[in-house]
C-alpha cells in the first residue's frame, strides 16, 4: 500500500535563506510524485510532478525536488525563500493502477520571518 | 485553465441533517475525488468516481455517499450530519489513464462545520 511521510509538520525559515523540506514515501514500484502548495483558505496547487526520466525536477516558483529511490524520498528545495512562500506544502504518491489514486502526507507549514 | 468549482466556501449545518457539497469542473476530466482535510492528518480520500454513475470508495467512505450523473459534476452527501464531519472539504479533478493523467486539480474547498 502507498504512503507517505513528511518528518516535520513546521519549518521556519528566513527570507532569502535556503529551503529543504522532506518526504518519504512507501509505494511497490516506481511511483508518480509529487508536491502541492496550500495557501490559507485555498486548494492546493500543483508545485511539480515526477513520472520519470530525469530524477531532479524544476517546478514553478522556483522550486526543485530530487527524487531518490534508494532512500524512497522527493524532497523539495528552494534556493532563496520569499516571504510569500510561507504556506502548507503536501507531498503525495500516486498509484499507477487503480485509477491514479493520490495518497498525501501530513502537510508541513512553512513560516517565513523577516 | 482547468477549474474546478464547490459550490459554497463556508457551510454551517445542524446534526442530523442530510448536506449535498457540489463541485464541478469544466475541462471533461475523467476522474473526481472527494477528499477530506483535517490538521496534522493531511488529506484523506473518502469516494472517487471514473466515470459517470460510476463510483469507488476511497480511505473513509462511512458516513459519506456520492452522486455523478453528469460528467462534469460530483456530488458529496453527508446522510446525516454529525459533528465529527466537521472539516474543510475538497474536490479534485484530473485527467483519465488514457488521457494523459499528470496529477489534480483542485477545487478551493468548502469548510463545513456542524454544529
Same mark, same amino acid.
Given at each position: 500500500?502507498?504512503?507517505? /511521510?513528511?518528518?516535520?509538520?513546521?519549518?521556519?525559515? @528566513?527570507? $532569502?535563506?535556503? &529551503?529543504? =523540506?522532506?518526504?518519504? +514515501?512507501?509505494? #511497490?514500484? /516506481?511511483?508518480?510524485?509529487?508536491?502541492?502548495?496550500? @495557501?490559507? $483558505?485555498?486548494? &492546493?496547487? =500543483?508545485?511539480?510532478? +515526477?513520472?520519470? #526520466?530525469? /530524477?531532479?525536477?524544476?517546478?514553478?516558483?522556483?522550486?526543485?525536488?530530487?527524487?531518490?529511490?534508494?532512500?524512497?524520498?522527493?524532497?523539495?528545495?528552494?534556493?532563496?525563500?520569499?516571504?510569500?512562500?510561507?504556506?502548507?506544502?503536501?507531498?503525495?504518491?500516486?498509484?499507477?493502477?487503480?485509477?491514479?489514486?493520490?495518497?498525501?502526507?501530513?502537510?508541513?507549514?512553512?513560516?517565513?520571518?523577516? | 485553465?482547468?477549474?474546478?468549482?464547490?459550490?459554497?466556501?463556508?457551510?454551517?449545518?445542524?446534526?442530523?441533517?442530510?448536506?449535498?457539497?457540489?463541485?464541478?469542473?469544466?475541462?471533461?476530466?475523467?476522474?473526481?475525488?472527494?477528499?477530506?482535510?483535517?490538521?496534522?492528518?493531511?488529506?484523506?480520500?473518502?469516494?472517487?468516481?471514473?466515470?459517470?454513475?460510476?463510483?469507488?470508495?476511497?480511505?473513509?467512505?462511512?458516513?459519506?455517499?456520492?452522486?455523478?450523473?453528469?460528467?462534469?459534476?460530483?456530488?458529496?452527501?453527508?446522510?446525516?450530519?454529525?459533528?465529527?464531519?466537521?472539516?474543510?472539504?475538497?474536490?479534485?479533478?484530473?485527467?483519465?489513464?488514457?488521457?494523459?493523467?499528470?496529477?489534480?486539480?483542485?477545487?478551493?474547498?468548502?469548510?463545513?462545520?456542524?454544529?
Amino acid at each position: 500500500a502507498q504512503s507517505v /511521510t513528511q518528518p516535520d509538520i513546521h519549518i521556519t525559515v @528566513s527570507e $532569502g535563506a535556503s &529551503l529543504e =523540506l522532506r518526504c518519504n +514515501y512507501s509505494y #511497490g514500484a /516506481t511511483p508518480y510524485l509529487f508536491w502541492y502548495v496550500q @495557501s490559507p $483558505g485555498q486548494g &492546493l496547487q =500543483l508545485l511539480l510532478k +515526477y513520472f520519470s #526520466g530525469d /530524477t531532479l525536477v524544476q517546478g514553478i516558483k522556483g522550486f526543485e525536488a530530487e527524487f531518490k529511490r534508494s532512500q524512497s524520498s522527493f524532497n523539495l528545495r528552494k534556493p532563496s525563500v520569499h516571504w510569500s512562500d510561507a504556506a502548507e506544502y503536501f507531498c503525495a504518491v500516486g498509484a499507477r493502477t487503480g485509477g491514479f489514486k493520490t495518497i498525501f502526507g501530513a502537510g508541513t507549514r512553512l513560516f517565513v520571518k523577516a | 485553465d482547468v477549474k474546478v468549482t464547490q459550490s459554497s466556501r463556508y457551510l454551517v449545518k445542524r446534526t442530523g441533517e442530510k448536506v449535498f457539497l457540489e463541485c464541478v469542473q469544466d475541462m471533461d476530466h475523467e476522474n473526481m475525488f472527494w477528499y477530506r482535510q483535517d490538521p496534522g492528518l493531511g488529506l484523506r480520500l473518502i469516494y472517487f468516481s471514473y466515470d459517470v454513475k460510476m463510483k469507488e470508495k476511497g480511505d473513509i467512505p462511512e458516513g459519506y455517499s456520492v452522486s455523478r450523473e453528469k460528467k462534469e459534476r460530483f456530488s458529496l452527501i453527508l446522510e446525516s450530519a454529525s459533528t465529527n464531519q466537521t472539516s474543510m472539504y475538497l474536490c479534485a479533478s484530473s485527467l483519465g489513464p488514457g488521457q494523459g493523467w499528470d496529477g489534480y486539480t483542485f477545487g478551493s474547498g468548502t469548510r463545513l462545520t456542524v454544529v
